[in-house]
């Protein structure tokens, strides 16, 4: 059976090359480290489903101006060999057309599958919970 410092010291630097891809504008990088089947729940968004559709969402948040995107391990827990769930917070930091950049900050739950090969996300739910907007004059 997994222990918790196992499971960790095997997520935790994939977590970091998932970042590192993200940052890099690499949409097909950070897709890689999903299941086959697995699911994106957005907010304000219809589950997307599957490795490529993953993709094609995670390049659309870059398109959109997506610059950065750090996150923060609250829990990982083990549930069985197999398994194990992350409770994290994240910022992302977004520039609008106009140049400004804003910040988005909130929650997600992960959970991650063991193929037998690595560990991959399967299930991926994030929910906003603050924006900073720019100051007015700015606009």
Do not use: C
Not at 39 to 45: C, G, N, V
Not at 97 to 114: C, E, F, L, Q
């Amino acid at each position: 059976m997994n222990k918790i410092g196992d499971v960790r010291s095997e997520i935790e630097p994939l977590l970091q090359e998932f970042m590192d891809a993200f940052n890099r504008g690499d949409a097909a990088g950070v897709a890689a480290y999903y299941t086959e089947g697995a699911r994106l729940l957005w907010p304000s968004s219809e589950i997307i489903t599957g490795r490529q559709a993953i993709q094609s969402a995670f390049q659309q948040l870059m398109d959109r101006g997506v610059i950065e995107n750090n996150i923060e391990i609250v829990d990982l827990v083990p549930i069985g060999e197999k398994a194990a769930y992350e409770i994290g917070k994240y910022t992302s930091k977004i520039t609008l057309d106009s140049g400004i950049t804003i910040t988005n900050k909130g929650k997600y739950v992960v959970i991650w599958k063991h193929d037998g090969e690595s560990w991959k996300l399967d299930v991926d739910i994030t929910n906003r919970y603050r924006q900073h907007q720019p100051p007015s004059d700015l606009n």
